[in-house]
């Protein structure tokens, strides 16, 4: 066999390289579909009045604060990014409609799309008129989005640290898992009793004990009520509250296709 086919190469041509590869696309639309658009910019204008509304939350901070003057730097800061979000707001807006339809100007659109409920002070600062008083603003449904999240992670770490060999702050963490119960309120009130059933005996145990440990009826309990806590926050298929209705029914309108023709 000749040499040049047993002798390694010289020189690797077309080595490939993490920089060389190919970012693949595969389940990308090649066309895109009716309602995208408006989908994307319907995200931008959401984006733009979160922002906006949490700026203007600080403007009102800082002006009432007993150091008010000592600020003003970051009134001037505050204020040049109020402005910012304004612009890309009404910019967005502008391009919200298809082409071919009328344009709208910011206040109608606001009021259409249900937006003055989900950011009041927003829709203040835009001057618009008639703006629905209540509590389903955008705060709130993130306020209650808080409140599950804290729900579905205290009953996760109960389960995992059921698992453990020492139980010593169990009382304290249902201690907590209840609060969060009281403070959602609602649907998941049924599940303060079954934590009270229970809490005192654990109480006991944790406080009598330097390495304490649950026994397996009530590790059995604790498994099966976090469980059941989980499963109602996050697959029971409850309506939206009255907190999140307003967010859903805008994200429903600019995720909605519009009819073929």
Same mark, same amino acid.
């Given at each position: 066999?000749?040499?040049?086919?047993?002798?390694?190469?010289?020189?690797?041509?077309?080595?490939?390289?993490?920089? &060389? %590869?190919?970012?693949? !696309?595969?389940?990308?639309?090649?066309?895109?579909?009716?309602?995208?658009?408006?989908?994307?910019? +319907?995200?931008?204008?959401?984006?733009?009045?979160?922002?906006?509304?949490?700026?203007?939350?600080?403007?009102?901070?800082?002006?009432?604060?007993?150091?008010? /003057?000592?600020?003003?730097?970051? &009134?001037?800061?505050?204020?040049?990014?109020?402005? *910012? *979000?304004?612009? $890309?707001?009404?910019?967005?807006?502008? &391009?919200?409609?298809?082409? +071919?339809?009328?344009?709208?100007?910011?206040?109608?659109?606001?009021?259409?799309? +249900?937006?003055?409920?989900? #950011?009041?002070?927003?829709?203040?600062?835009? $001057? /618009?008129? @008639?703006?629905?008083?209540?509590?389903?603003?955008?705060?709130?449904?993130?306020?209650?989005?808080?409140?599950?999240?804290?729900? /579905?992670?205290?009953?996760?770490?109960?389960?995992?640290?059921?698992?453990?060999?020492?139980?010593? !702050?169990?009382?304290?963490?249902?201690?907590?898992? !209840?609060?969060?119960? @009281?403070?959602? +309120?609602?649907? #998941?009130?049924?599940?303060?009793?079954?934590? %009270?059933?229970? #809490?005192?005996?654990?109480?006991?145990?944790?406080?009598?004990?330097?390495?304490?440990?649950?026994?397996?009826?009530?590790?059995?309990?604790?498994?099966? /009520?976090? *469980?059941?806590?989980?499963?109602?926050?996050? #697959?029971?298929?409850?309506?939206?509250?009255?907190?999140?209705?307003?967010?859903?029914?805008?994200?429903? %309108?600019?995720?909605?296709?519009?009819?073929? @023709?």
């Amino acid at each position: 066999m000749s040499k040049l086919k047993t002798t390694p190469p010289l020189v690797k041509l077309n080595t490939a390289t993490a920089a &060389q %590869e190919v970012e693949i !696309y595969l389940h990308e639309p090649l066309i895109q579909k009716h309602g995208t658009r408006k989908k994307r910019i +319907g995200l931008q204008i959401l984006n733009a009045l979160a922002r906006l509304e949490v700026l203007l939350n600080k403007e009102e901070a800082l002006a009432i604060s007993e150091n008010a /003057v000592q600020h003003l730097a970051q &009134q001037q800061y505050n204020k040049t990014e109020i402005d *910012a *979000a304004l612009n $890309v707001l009404e910019t967005s807006l502008l &391009q919200f409609e298809e082409d +071919g339809i009328p344009k709208k100007d910011t206040q109608t659109y606001l009021s259409e799309l +249900g937006l003055t409920v989900l #950011f009041p002070r927003s829709a203040k600062r835009l $001057v /618009v008129n @008639n703006i629905p008083s209540g509590k389903a603003d955008a705060l709130a449904h993130f306020n209650e989005m808080n409140v599950h999240n804290q729900l /579905v992670s205290i009953s996760l770490q109960l389960q995992h640290d059921i698992k453990l060999q020492n139980h010593k !702050y169990m009382a304290h963490q249902l201690a907590l898992l !209840y609060q969060c119960l @009281n403070q959602a +309120g609602g649907h #998941f009130l049924k599940y303060k009793s079954r934590v %009270e059933l229970h #809490f005192d005996s654990i109480k006991a145990l944790t406080s009598n004990s330097e390495v304490p440990k649950l026994n397996e009826e009530q590790k059995e309990w604790l498994s099966q /009520v976090t *469980a059941d806590i989980v499963t109602e926050t996050l #697959f029971s298929g409850r309506p939206v509250t009255a907190m999140s209705q307003p967010l859903a029914a805008y994200l429903n %309108e600019i995720s909605e296709v519009p009819p073929k @023709n």
